[in-house]
Every structure is written in structure tokens, then in C-alpha cells.
């Protein structure tokens, strides 16, 4: 699941061929950078969903955007925190999901890192037993980023 600067870049290379788009740039930045850069990452997840499976769970929501307000609750930063902390709780249901399709143990575990379920699930339970809205709101704000940066 975890994928090399090399994968990185031969995608880049794909898409550029295939979409007759010059990355150049691109390539470079990728080559510099310790991290692939967010933009990078939208760049290839707007011309190929499937390459990054970490995002599988968000092209999913997506996806169902006209169906389901799970999207739309997910984006807007003026939800009152009770409807924000069923929309993240509904983001685990749908990691959960997509994490019951990895076989491989280590696998899993990467991709629960990635996507935070230990941070979703410590905001949720807080906010359950104790009160504390802090972590929805930082979560929250995260996963609108997030979506933001994937998907505007």
C-alpha cells in the first residue's frame, strides 16, 4: 500500500502522456521534496481515483455526493458540532468499511494511520464522555481540508 517517490513519479509520467499535459515541474518538485506535496497528490487522484487507494474512502464519499449529504456534511465548517460528530462517526463507518477489504495485517494498519482513526475515535469518544468538542472541531477541519485540497 505505501508507494515509492518512484511510483510517484512514473504516475506523473502516465498521466502526462495519456492526458498530453506537461509535468515537468511536477516531477521535480516530487524529486526534491522529502514529502509528496498535496497538490501532486490531488493532481493524481483527479486522473487516476484508483492509483492512491489511501483516498478510496473520500472518492467514495464523493462519489455519492448527490445521494448522500455525507460529503456536503463533511465540508461545511458551520455544522453545530452535534451533526459534525455524527458526519466524522459516519467517516469510521466508512473507513471501517474500506479497511474489512485489506488483506494484508500491515496494510491495514497503514492505512488507519493514514487516515486517523485512532484521532477520529479519541474526538468521538471525548466528546461522548467527557464533553470536549476541541478534537471534533481540529478533525473536522481537517477532513474539510482535506477534501478541499482532493477535490475543488
Known amino acids: ?6 511510483e510517484i513519479i512514473q504516475k506523473l509520467y502516465d498521466i502526462e502522456e495519456n492526458e498530453n499535459l506537461k509535468l515537468g515541474s511536477e516531477v521535480q518538485r516530487v524529486v526534491r521534496s522529502q514529502i509528496i ?3 501532486i497528490i490531488k493532481l493524481i487522484n483527479k486522473y487516476d481515483k484508483e ?7 473520500y472518492n467514495t464519499i464523493y462519489m455519492s455526493k448527490n445521494k448522500n449529504p455525507l460529503y456536503r456534511n463533511l465540508k461545511n465548517r458551520n455544522l453545530c458540532i452535534k451533526e459534525k460528530v455524527i458526519a466524522l462517526s459516519s467517516l469510521v463507518t466508512k473507513i471501517l468499511i474500506s479497511c474489512s477489504k ?3 495485517e500491515k496494510d491495514k494498519q497503514i492505512f488507519c494511520t493514514a487516515m486517523d482513526v485512532e484521532g477520529l475515535n479519541k474526538a468521538i469518544t471525548e466528546y461522548c464522555l467527557q464533553g470536549k468538542t476541541n478534537g471534533i472541531i481540529e478533525c473536522a477541519s481537517q477532513v474539510s481540508d482535506l477534501l478541499d ?4
Open 51 to 57: 492509483f492512491l487507494q489511501i483516498y478510496d474512502t
Open 1 to 6: 500500500m505505501q508507494i515509492t517517490k518512484k
Open 102 to 104: 485489506i488483506e494484508n
Open 37 to 39: 506535496p498535496m497538490d
Open 149 to 152: 485540497i482532493l477535490y475543488s
